[in-house]
């Protein structure tokens, strides 16, 4: 079992910045390919960003490229996902989310993942 605990969501302006963490309890983490979706209000929960296991691949949404970077510290059991030049349209419940496979890959679909986190609330103003 891998429990997820996402911080550092809250109130910002456009333009802002923000950095979302993902604490995950569990000494398997480093084997857990992981992802961040958000989910707007009225909308699907949909992925921002996904990493690999080693951090070596990476993958990002056609509307947060060149403004998000997901990270992870396999050390401290963390990712991360920093959130530059925020719009109004980033607001939104952001989850991280853990794949247990232990496939070396990245995944797309919230079906391809085990384990959620309670999710933390974004509000961009404009």
């Known amino acids: 079992q891998v429990q997820l605990v996402e911080s550092g969501g809250g109130l910002v302006q456009a333009g802002g910045s923000l950095r979302l963490s993902c604490a995950a309890s569990?000494?398997?983490?480093?084997?857990?390919?992981m992802g961040w979706f958000r989910q707007a209000p009225g909308k699907e929960r949909a992925i921002v960003a996904a990493i690999s296991w080693s951090g070596d691949s990476t993958y990002y949404a056609d509307s947060v490229k060149g403004r998000f970077t997901i990270s992870r510290d396999n050390a401290k059991n963390t990712a991360y996902l920093l959130m530059n030049s925020l719009k109004p349209e980033d607001t939104g419940v952001y989850y991280c989310?853990?794949?247990?496979?232990?496939?070396?890959?990245?995944?797309?679909?919230?079906?391809?993942?085990?384990?959620w986190g309670q999710g933390t609330q974004v509000t961009v103003s404009s």
């Open positions: 569990g000494r398997t983490f480093s084997s857990y390919a």
């Open positions: 989310a853990a794949n247990s496979d232990r496939v070396s890959g990245l995944y797309y679909f919230k079906s391809r993942y085990d384990y």
